[in-house]
């Protein structure tokens, strides 16, 4: 009689240990899947992040190209229309600026990553505009002493 409950023992213990194993092997293959499909995203995220770059640089090339173009075609034309109409007063001529003469237009304020030597605080003084009626500005010399205070540490 002892055999035969140790055999009934025997095999519910193996019939618990299945149902748990696959309990947690659901988890695990649950896991492995989120996983993968995470990996996925990443390799897609950053193909996307690939091409959103290659896509701006050609878009600014052919920009680039575009205003070469419009200045060869605006000399192009002011120096035929003077050559075909050389009686007209420059006042009627559409042409008669030159594009060489054109100022460019420069930027004088810096790109404020170029301006920044060191890293931006993760906290503002006192309450913001979103918490407070009235907005508050950080001052130049606040900026100095938090600058100074990362450079010594």
């Not at 979103?130 to 100095?144: E, G, H, R, W």
């Amino acid at each position: 009689m002892s055999w035969i409950i140790a055999i009934a023992i025997f095999i519910a213990g193996i019939f618990v240990g299945s149902i748990i194993s696959r309990l947690t092997n659901k988890n695990q293959n649950q896991h492995s899947s989120l996983k993968k499909d995470l990996d996925k995203s990443k390799y897609e995220l950053e193909q996307y992040r690939q091409e959103l770059v290659d896509h701006f640089a050609r878009s600014a090339e052919l920009l680039d190209n575009v205003s070469k173009d419009y200045g060869k075609l605006y000399e192009h034309m002011a120096k035929t229309s003077a050559e075909l109409m050389p009686n007209l007063p420059t006042q009627d001529n559409p042409f008669a600026q030159r594009i060489t003469t054109l100022e460019p237009v420069e930027n004088d304020t810096p790109i404020e990553d170029e301006v920044m030597d060191h890293q931006p605080r993760d906290y503002a003084n006192g309450a913001t505009g979103l918490f407070s009626d009235k907005p508050t500005t950080i001052k130049d010399n606040d900026m100095a002493a938090s600058a100074q205070s990362a450079k010594a540490s």
